[in-house]
């Protein structure tokens, strides 16, 4: 199970940090991504990384803005938005591949889906 949080309303140039808690023993050998659906739009990829925490891979657009983590210890992913921008505005999804796929991009890859948090950015 997952559980996502940290969202919220923020003005255009702002940061959020949003977090994924994971239940369970296994979260440490789950490839983890962050995705997200903006409002009139399909569901996009952000954001994922390996299972060790050593590997990150981003969408071209947050490159540079966004930072996806982990801390196993605490069975938790973490993603920090900096610079955001109103075009970030979506509900963002964390999610869990148990197959390890890495770099995944695809939806389909991932097992698993938190409930998702809404992220409003003010222009």
């Known amino acids: 199970q997952l559980q996502a949080s940290g969202g919220g309303l923020v003005q255009a140039g702002g940061s959020l940090r949003l977090s994924c808690a994971a239940s369970?023993?296994?979260?440490?050998?789950?490839?983890m991504g962050w995705f997200r659906q903006g409002p009139g739009k399909e569901r996009e990829f952000v954001a994922t990384?390996?299972?060790?925490?050593?590997?990150?891979y981003y969408q071209d657009s947050v490159k540079g803005r966004f930072t996806i983590s982990r801390d196993n210890a605490k069975n938790t992913v973490y993603l920090q938005m900096n610079s955001l921008k109103s075009e970030d505005t979506a509900v963002y999804y964390c999610?869990?591949?148990?197959?390890?796929?890495?770099?995944?991009?695809?939806?389909?890859?991932?097992?698993?889906w938190g409930q998702g948090t809404q992220v409003t950015v003010s222009s």
């Open positions: 369970g023993r296994t979260f440490s050998r789950y490839v």
């Open positions: 990384i390996n299972w060790r925490g050593s590997s990150t």
């Open positions: 999610s869990a591949d148990s197959r390890r796929t890495f770099p995944s991009t695809a939806d389909y890859h991932y097992d698993y």
